[in-house]
């Protein structure tokens, strides 16, 4: 049965190394969903979210594939359960005069942070989990939606790991 | 050029030009290292692919940047696929040059990212032997596989301060006991098992276990295209080559077995048909160094992973002696009533060259063939009494490849007899080669299958696109004038009769030498499981009275 799959890694800052995991996901035919990559607490090196579609079997070929790029130090299939995850969306809203100031208040209400207004335009930034995220995004897409970016996801193991 | 030096490295393989111009300079003081000109870089991609395969050491071939570095593109691919111990080294434009569309600029880091098992653009001079080392470990380690190094001009000029890094050695990968166990348990209680031997058994070293296994628990031994060798022909229990095109008995006793151990196989759809229908009786333990490899097309009942040679040494350990006389019975009943048809009818077909270099040669030499139907024919019919001496394109199919890797093999081995086995197609891929093999004075024999047709193709067109023949026929041009031309020794041969001078008059000529066998244009290769097909649909040659009945 094809499902998300959540996959941390560490990787080292190498020229291509993104190159070379996406091209991996690309000729072997695996469903990429989103790829989020930053760096982190270790100096020289990378740890990445991926989101990847696919039954069990495909998975495991997938992190086996990842395991043997050399720049890849560890990969892990997380459990969403067992995960911290979290995904940032900014979204813009264009309200009609009448509704301004009630969109202005659900904005508020779904952004941790102040939301900004610039003209009629109007800015949330929302930090939640991506089931959460969809929700926000389309009670406000009632008022006049506009554009929205989101980052994808990024999630670590609740649980002590390696690496 | 003193890392390679410290690697062992005594021959590369390439072609200079301008970004790789310092190498070339500094090779003049590196007389121990011997380069081979080529004339062509894919070739010296295939030569090194060839040394590696016999000599089991990692294969050097050397281009300039552009064309050059995409030059060797296919012969990298080829040993990528083939898992080939390789080291590409490519010129690149100087630093400053680079991403700005440079003369003879082109990002092979990029092109060779997919057949590379790993590939690196060096940034500064003093990083060059620690990524030689790398690349020479990562070549040579688990699977193995090409790594191209991309140095840019300047960095080739700048002098090192950096030390030589010397070779590490390399630890082999250790199975888990319980994984052996679990094997182990299986094969004891397995009534109808056939191992299928693969390239990592030679890769490995691992021949001899192999053997031993095979004669103290009485299982017979299959293998695939590239596992030839890896238990000699002559042995009782050595079946040959399965699959679309291997002989009847190892595929139908596949197919009937209880238990197949694939080892160092990647059960490649050519060797397994549809794989729905592969050994569908059977439990299948695979062993195999590339956890990428478990389970990729056939799923296991169980695995080991690691070193063969340590794999087969544990299962040697555990087992006792055992005797399956029925199960040998019935798969010597398979061999003789489905034997590879060497046909009676005068006029001169594949088959009968091939029937006649294999009594002549004996299992000694080293044959490399080019790809196609007298590839096929040279893997069901030619004996291989020790490892390392079949060199085949088997995953990437890559005609033109032979005759070149046939050479590569003749400089890592100059005391053994090597001869390519080519078509008419393939030879006219690479024949430029002629001019290295003659300047070297390398004593290549090349049987050439002149049947003027792409006759794998051709019978593929006969049988699945209604005969319709497109594009198939290839002219060629007058093979004694060319082999004049090249001043390398030749005979012709057109009738069964002469088969036999004309080998002799190959093996008795010092240096390069060509036999061109003008053989009938068609003539059908079998057995042949159709593609898409399960290994059950075999169609057996039907010019043996059972075929139909099969």
């Known amino acids: 049965m094809i499902r998300s799959h959540i996959v941390t890694g560490l990787v080292k800052n190498e020229t291509g190394t993104l190159n070379r995991l996406t091209s991996l996901f690309r000729r072997r035919g695996f469903s990429l969903a989103s790829l989020n990559a930053g760096d982190c607490e270790k100096p020289g090196h990378s740890r990445l ?20 790029l050399l720049d890849v130090v560890q990969v892990q299939d997380l459990q969403p359960e067992s995960a911290f995850r979290t995904e940032l969306a900014i979204v ?38 991506p089931e959460s995220l969809e929700r926000s995004i389309a009670s406000l897409s009632e008022f006049g939606l506009v554009e929205v970016v989101r980052t994808g996801l990024v999630a670590l193991a609740a649980e002590q790991t390696v690496g | ?82 898992g080939i111990p390789m080291l590409a080294i490519t010129g690149q434009v100087a630093r400053k040059g680079i991403g700005k569309d440079a003369f003879q ?18 940034p500064s001079v003093d990083c060059l032997p620690e990524i030689l080392e790398e690349a020479f470990d990562v070549a040579g380690r688990g699977r193995k596989g090409p790594v191209l190094v991309d140095i840019p001009k300047d960095v080739l000029q700048a002098a090192s301060q950096a030390k030589t890094a010397k070779p590490k050695p390399q630890d082999a990968q250790k199975p888990d006991p319980e994984q052996i166990r679990i094997a182990w348990r299986m094969i004891q209680n397995a009534k109808r098992p056939v191992a299928i031997a693969g390239a990592g058994v030679l ?68 060797l397994t048909g549809e794989t729905a229908g592969f050994a569908p009786k059977a439990q299948i333990i695979h ?36 005797q399956r006389p029925e199960w040998r019975q019935q798969i010597e009943a398979w061999q003789a009533e489905f034997p590879v048809v060497v046909p009676k009818e005068s006029g001169l077909v594949m088959r009968h060259v091939l029937h006649r270099l294999d009594q002549k040669l004996n ?140 080998i002799e008059a190959a093996r008795s000529h010092k240096g390069p030498f060509l036999c061109e066998f003008q ?8 057995p042949m499981v159709p593609p898409g097909s399960h290994n059950s649909d075999l169609v057996m040659d039907p010019a043996l009275p059972q075929a139909v009945a099969k």
């Open chain 2, 105 to 122: 600029e082109t990002d092979i880091q990029g092109v060779t990212l997919p057949i590379t098992k790993h590939n690196y653009l060096v």
């Open chain 1, 92 to 129: 813009k809203l264009s309200p009609s005069p009448e509704e301004s100031q009630q969109a202005v208040l659900a904005a508020q209400a779904a952004s941790p942070r102040p939301v900004q207004t610039f003209g009629a335009l109007i800015v949330a930034t929302l930090v939640d989990q």
């Open chain 2, 1 to 82: 050029m003193q890392s390679l030096a410290d690697h062992g490295v005594d021959l590369v393989f390439g072609y200079p030009g301008g970004a790789i111009l310092p190498l070339y300079d500094e090779m003049v003081r590196h007389p121990n290292v011997r380069h081979v000109l080529v004339r062509h870089e894919q070739c010296a991609a295939h030569m090194a692919d060839g040394y590696a395969r016999v000599t089991g050491k990692v294969g050097v071939c050397i281009a300039t940047s552009g064309p050059g570095a995409t030059n060797l593109v296919t012969g990298i691919a080829n040993a990528a696929m083939d």
């Open chain 2, 203 to 270: 890769h490995a070293g691992a021949s001899n276990l192999l053997k031993q296994l095979a004669e103290r628990c009485d299982i017979p031994v299959a293998s695939s295209l590239l596992g030839l060798g890896a238990i000699g022909s002559s042995h009782p229990l050595c079946l040959g080559m399965m699959g679309m095109h291997g002989r009847a008995a190892p595929t139908l006793a596949v197919q009937k077995a209880d238990l197949v151990l694939g080892i160092g196989i990647r059960f490649d759809d050519r």
């Open chain 2, 519 to 526: 053989v009938q244009m068609e003539e059908n290769l079998f």
């Open chain 1, 49 to 68: 979210t991926l989101v990847v579609n696919a039954d069990d079997d495909t998975l495991s070929q997938c992190l086996r594939q990842l395991e043997k």
């Open chain 2, 363 to 502: 299992g000694q030499a080293i044959v490399a063939t080019d790809v196609g139907q007298h590839q096929m024919w040279a893997a069901q019919m030619l004996r291989f009494d020790h490892p390392r001496s079949w060199i085949s394109s088997g995953g990437l199919g890559t005609m033109g490849f032979g005759f070149p890797a046939a050479m590569g093999a003749k400089f890592a081995q100059p005391h053994t007899e090597v001869w390519a086995i080519v078509g008419d197609g393939g030879f006219q891929m690479t024949l430029q080669e002629l001019q290295t093999a003659q300047e070297n004075s390398l004593d290549v024999k090349i049987c050439l299958l002149n049947n003027g047709y792409l006759g794998m193709v051709r019978q593929w067109q006969e049988l699945f696109y209604e005969n319709r023949l497109s594009h198939v026929l290839l002219g060629n041009p007058d093979y004694q004038k060319l082999a004049e031309a090249y001043a390398v020794g030749f005979a012709r041969c057109t009738e069964q009769d002469q088969i036999d001078e004309t």
């Open chain 2, 287 to 322: 062993f195999d160094i590339d956890p990428c490899e478990v389970g990729k097309t056939v799923s296991p009942d169980a695995f080991v992973l690691g070193d063969l040679g340590q794999t087969l040494t544990a299962l040697l350990e555990l087992a006792q002696p055992r």
